[in-house]
C-alpha cells in the first residue's frame, strides 16, 4: 500500500516529466475527482500546462503547474500506482493485484511528446485535487524532529498508533511503517499517546527516522524485518514470541508483548 516511501518514489518518477507540456487530460472517472471538481474543471486547469515542479507531503504528491494554475493534487489510497508509458518503479504494491488492467487507469497525462503518466487504481481508493489543502496535513514524517513527535503525542489518551496514523497530526506513515517503528522501539501500539517518559519519546523518533531511511534504501514500506510475520501465527523477529494481532486504530496491528514489558522494566 502506498505510503510516504512508495509517493515518494512515484514524486521522482514524476520528475521526469517535468518540463513536458500536457495536452491531453484523461479523466474518465468522476468519482476519482475530489473536492467537488468536474472533468471539465480538471481539463481546463491542466491541459496546456507545462509542468514546473513535483511535490510531496506525507502520502499526497504535487504538481506545479505554473502561477496562473492551481497546484494538482495525487492521492493513492491503498492500490493506486503511477505509471510514466511503461515505467513503474514500486510495481507490486502489498494488497494489491499483481494485473495492470486498462479499465484500472482513473488519471492521466498525455504529453505533447507522446508519453502518458497515469494513475491506476483498482480500489479507486486515491484521488485527483486541484489545489489540495497542505495546511490540513502534519509535518511531513520523512523530516520528523523530536520537537515535532512531542507535540504530536503530547496529552493525547488515544492509542499510539492510532495517534501516528492522523494523517492531520502527522503526515506519511501508514499501517505498515507505523508497525515496523514501534516495533523496533519496542512500544505497545495501543497505549495511550501521551504516555511516553521522555526516554521512550526520543527511542520511538530515532526509530522512525532509521525505519523510513532504511526501509526507503530498501524498496519500500513492506520492506520491513516484521513484514514477513505479518499472518496469524506469526512471530517475533527480534524474541521469537508469539506476535500479538490486534485492531488498533482501525487497523490490524502486529506487535510483540514480551519485548515492549522487557522494554519496560
Known sequence: MPELLEVEI????????????VDVVEAPDSWFLKGGITPGQVVGAVEGATILGTGRRGKLMTMDLGSERPVLGLRFGMTGRL???????????EYSSTRDEPGWDRFALRFTDGSRLRISDPRRLGGVELDPDL???????????LGQLRTVLAGSTAPLKAR?????????LGNLLVDESL??????????????????????????????GELFER???????????????????????PLDRRTVGGRTTYSCAP???AAAA
Do not use: F, M
Not at 505509471?83 to 504494491?93: I, K, N, R
Not at 501516528?164 to 506519511?172: E, F, I, K, V, Y
Not at 514500506?221 to 523477529?237: T, Y
Open 10 to 21: 512515484y514524486r521522482r518518477l514524476g520528475d521526469k516529466a517535468v518540463g513536458r507540456t
Open 135 to 145: 495546511g490540513a496535513l502534519g509535518p511531513d514524517a520523512w523530516s520528523l524532529t
Open 83 to 93: 505509471v510514466l508509458d511503461g515505467e513503474d518503479p514500486v510495481g507490486q504494491l
Open 219 to 241: 524498496g519500500g514500506s513492506h520492506r520491513g524485518d516484521l513484514q514477513v510475520e505479518r499472518h496469524r501465527d506469526g512471530r517475533c523477529p527480534r524474541c521469537g514470541a
Open 164 to 172: 501516528l496514523l492522523d494523517q492531520h497530526r502527522l503526515a506519511g
Open 183 to 212: 516495533w523496533r522501539a519496542r512500544l505497545d501500539p495501543a497505549r495511550p499517546a501521551g504516555s511516553l517518559s521522555d526516554a521512550e519519546l526520543r527511542r520511538l523518533h530515532r526509530r522512525i527516522v532509521a525505519t523510513v
Open 259 to 261: 519485548c515492549a514489558r
